[in-house]
């Protein structure tokens, strides 16, 4: 008996197919991206990078040999110049354009190499005389300016040994009451094999010396924020999320519509599929709208998002989600044949999107190819959108690239639901 | 004025399958045509084609002159589905304003026309229930609301009666005969033969998407089966095969206790029949002669019952 029951069951899971595949599939799936977000073996080799602008106002050659070691860091892509315009030369960065490509996210992180950095780039003593390179950052990205201090400091020590030798000598000196003509001879001598010895710039492991060289560390955006950095990705990215499974489950309602019978009343009603259409996306817009709108004032009266300043750009972002979102919910219902297929489908869509789109874990923190890949979702442009708003503070019409690719996510979801809604029609 | 509802040469198939092979019917003002026929005859394609719901391959469909997917149509029209189809998580006030306002009703026109029908159909006090909490009989009747807020010239009914009590019944034929005397020409399905006596001026019998038949009810009958009369001779005990044999080739058919006969010269045929169960020992219970029925003339014609 146990067995007939198991059996049925298991027919019942063979006809299904939308349960097979969520049975089988969808852990798979799950499994992938998040194999490929966080890195397993295949995402070793691509680890995140971290992308620093520097900036070298000194020019001399310890200041070149510095930044040269810096580049030849596995863990950072070290970047001179913008990319540039077309038919042009690059652009080298300059203390106000690295800061400038900070603050538009461009980078997560810059570096300034300040004059006379190369005279002493390292400093031993109590008198903090420490040549001080600046460190501008973005605070929504934590991990960028630790790893990047850290870097500085092993470079100084591993790639840098006559620099710091020579600001022994200078310290013995100071301190020590000088060297006799025949020891800074033999140390000079010493110093030049040395440079002729240096070892690779990554080469060998960071033998602690912490705090060689000064960094003054400055977030670009930190003034005006809320108390947590990252509220308005959590405000844009959870909402979007649970926008898109509630546009999937109000879509629902015209799947329900069908299977009673009263789609077909409707349509023999003076209401045409266009004007349905419509009017269930008003509605479904509507909704969305009301509860982005809920998420970001719960998120400015608990958690201090700054929404004085930003309505504009919100509700610009806001309209365009909305609007995705709900096509979004449209075109699921038109291509679902049954409520429970609608869940099936929706749940696989929305759960992979908000993974691969920054939803549950942000794009600026994953692996580059799939920040790159992020962008196929809806989630990624619209958290673009509100972080370019409530984070960067960014013009308006910076938003532009956001509210095009939304709005055209938007019309094409519209046409296809509506071409798919064919099947409702007269037969 | 045109007819609320001419159909001529009307042809539709699903793939190899003729759900219509030829329709041709009409409906004039005020006058309701039952529509009878077993399962699968095609009476719901031919509802929804007037529905504008299917698209035929040919032939002629008018409703007051206007195709039925033509501007105007659909507010000469009302439909009233085999199914609730209504929002049951709506109240009732709300079900009729939205399908009011689908129709193109609007502002104080609506109110009152949502105002009348809460009356109409005995719901003022549960109007502001939630529809799926209301009985089946109370659906029903705000499933006829719905489709009748606007007031339409043609009314399609479509079995508005089915799984609803006596007395629901009795109050849904009260709303027909309503609907009736207000000018409004219906084209009703039923599964339920008195029904479709009691209601309807004339009746149509489709079968294999053809119109087989069509008249009112003594017109029908008479055509169909002339003069001819039911006799139902109730016996004590169950008839036994040899003598259901014998019966049988008096034109008699026999099931259990039940003979029946279509007999044109009634006392002669009576005689016969009484004289072979007498013969044979058996009691009889009851008899009776009455005309033929509709029952009769659809089982005749199509070779089944109508519930079949």
């Known amino acids: ?100 490509a900070v603050r538009a996210g461009d980078v997560p992180v810059a570096l300034l190499i300040p004059l006379g950095f190369g005279d002493r780039p390292v400093r031993f003593g109590p008198d903090g005389e420490k040549p001080k390179l600046t460190l501008i950052a973005d605070p929504s990205d934590p991990i960028a300016p630790e790893v990047l201090s850290g870097l500085v400091q092993k470079v100084m020590m591993t790639a840098m040994p006559e620099a710091m030798v020579a600001s022994g000598m200078d310290a013995m000196e100071r301190w020590g009451g000088g060297l006799t003509p025949d020891q800074r001879a033999k140390m000079q001598e010493n110093l030049k094999r040395l440079k002729e010895r240096r070892p690779s710039a990554s080469a060998g492991p960071s033998r602690g010396g912490a705090g060689l060289v000064d960094i003054e560390r400055r977030d670009v955006l930190g003034d005006k924020k809320a108390r947590n950095p990252m509220i308005a990705f959590y405000a844009a990215g959870l909402g979007v999320m649970f926008l898109l499974f509630s546009a999937a489950g109000a879509g629902g309602a015209i799947i329900e519509e069908v299977e009673t019978g009263t789609l077909d009343r409707i349509l023999a009603t003076r209401v045409s599929m266009n004007r349905l259409l419509g009017g269930k996306l008003v509605y479904l817009s509507g909704l969305a709208a009301a509860q982005l709108l809920v998420m970001f004032v719960w998120g400015a009266l608990v958690f201090g998002l700054p929404m004085r300043g930003h309505w504009t750009g919100f509700a610009i972002m806001t309209v365009c989600t909305a609007l995705a979102a709900s096509t979004f919910g449209l075109l699921l219902a038109a291509i679902s044949r049954s409520r429970m297929q609608l869940v099936a489908i929706s749940n696989l869509a929305v759960l992979v999107m908000s993974a691969v789109g920054g939803s549950m874990f942000p794009r600026f923190l994953m692996p580059p190819v799939m920040q790159r890949f992020g962008l196929v979702t809806l989630n990624a442009w619209a958290i673009d959108g509100f972080q370019k708003v409530f984070w960067r503070e960014e013009p308006l019409t910076h938003l532009w690239p956001q509210v095009v690719v939304l709005t055209g996510i938007a019309v094409l979801f519209f046409t296809l639901a509506r071409r798919i809604a064919r099947k409702w029609e007269a037969i | 004025m045109e007819a609320p509802l001419a159909i001529s040469d009307l042809y539709k198939s699903f793939g190899s399958q003729k759900a219509l092979d030829g329709v041709a019917l009409d409906i004039g003002p005020g006058e309701i045509l039952g529509l009878l026929g077993p399962n699968g005859a095609g009476k719901t394609t031919l509802v929804r084609s007037v529905a504008g719901r299917v698209r035929p391959d040919a032939g002629r469909l008018s409703l007051f002159g206007l ?242």
Not at chain 2, 225 to 237: C, K
Request: charged share 25%; aromatic share 6%; hydrophobic share 40%.
């Open chain 1, 1 to 100: 008996m146990i067995w007939a029951v198991a059996r049925s069951r298991l027919w019942n899971l063979r006809h299904d197919r939308a349960a097979f595949v969520l049975s089988f599939v969808v852990p798979i799936v799950f499994f992938t991206i998040f194999g490929a977000i966080f890195g397993g073996d295949s995402g070793r080799s691509e680890t995140r990078t971290i992308r620093v602008v520097v900036v070298d106002e000194d020019g001399s050659d310890n200041a070149k040999q510095f930044v040269e070691a810096l580049a030849a860091e596995k863990g950072l892509t070290v970047l001179r110049s913008s990319a540039p315009q077309a038919g042009g030369t690059p652009n080298p960065y300059t203390a106000a354009t690295a800061e400038a």
């Open chain 2, 67 to 308: 195709g039925p997917s033509q501007p105007g149509a659909a507010a000469l029209r009302g439909w009233v589905p085999q199914e609730i189809c209504l929002y049951p998580l709506l109240t009732p006030r709300e079900n009729l304003w939205t399908f009011g306002r689908y129709q193109g009703l609007t502002g104080a026109a609506l109110s009152s026309a949502v105002g009348q029908n809460l009356e109409w159909i005995g719901l003022a006090d549960r109007a502001s229930d939630r529809t799926g909490n209301l009985s089946g009989g109370m659906k029903r009747r705000l499933n006829i609301a719905a489709g009748t807020i606007h007031g339409p010239k043609l009314l399609l009914c479509d079995e508005p009666t089915v799984g609803v009590d006596p007395q629901s019944r009795e109050r849904i034929y009260t709303m027909i005969g309503e609907l009736k005397t207000r000018g409004v020409a219906l084209l009703y399905t039923t599964h339920y033969m008195e029904e479709a006596e009691r209601l309807c001026d004339r009746i149509a019998i489709i079968d294999h998407g053809r119109i087989i038949a069509s008249g009112t009810r003594e017109e029908l009958v008479r055509s169909t089966l002339g003069s001819r009369q039911t006799v139902t001779i109730d016996t004590e005990a169950e008839v036994a095969a040899p003598l259901a044999e014998k019966l049988g080739r008096l034109g008699a058919t026999v099931d259990g206790t039940a003979v029946r006969l279509l007999a044109d010269d009634a006392p002669k045929q009576i005689r016969e029949l009484l004289g072979v169960l007498h013969d044979d020992g058996v009691a009889i219970r009851d008899l009776t002669l009455k005309r033929a029925s509709l029952e009769e003339v659809f089982l005749h014609l199509t070779g089944r019952e109508l519930r079949e």
